[in-house]
């Protein structure tokens, strides 16, 4: 089992930047993958960007964030972040740090744990 807790979402102004981290515990985060998922309103929940920490450290960015977004880990603290800069209106939404075991996957729904969720607004 592992507990996934988010923070760091706010409001910021277009073109801003913010930091999200996702402190994991109950399991170190080695032999997982973690993933940065977002959900707008009346939209599907949809992935933003994961890291394969189980033995390759690959990465998979949205073709929304690309260049904008960085996702990275901190092993010592047990912790995944996620990077936003150069922020637009429509990265609002209930950002979700989410896990699962070894393999990444961008299928939202093959992710086991899932944290609480923050909020980010984009204002214009």
């Known amino acids: 089992q592992v507990q996934l807790v988010e923070s760091g979402g706010g409001l910021v102004q277009a073109g801003g930047s913010l930091r999200l981290s996702c402190a994991a515990s109950?399991?170190?985060?080695?032999?997982?993958?973690l993933g940065w998922f977002r959900q707008a309103p009346g939209e599907e929940r949809e992935i933003v960007a994961a890291?394969?920490?189980?033995?390759?450290?690959?990465?998979y960015y949205a073709d929304s964030v690309k260049g904008r977004f960085t996702i990275s880990r901190d092993n010592a603290k047990n912790t995944v972040y996620l990077q936003m800069n150069s922020l637009k209106p429509e990265d609002t939404a209930v950002y979700y740090c989410?896990?699962?075991?070894?393999?990444?996957?961008?299928?939202?729904?093959?992710?086991?744990?899932w944290g609480q969720g923050t909020q980010v607004t984009v204002s214009s």
């Open positions: 890291l394969q920490i189980w033995i390759s450290d690959r990465t």
């Open positions: 989410a896990a699962r075991p070894r393999t990444m996957t961008l299928m939202v729904e093959k992710y086991s744990y």
């Open positions: 109950g399991r170190a985060v080695s032999s997982y993958t």
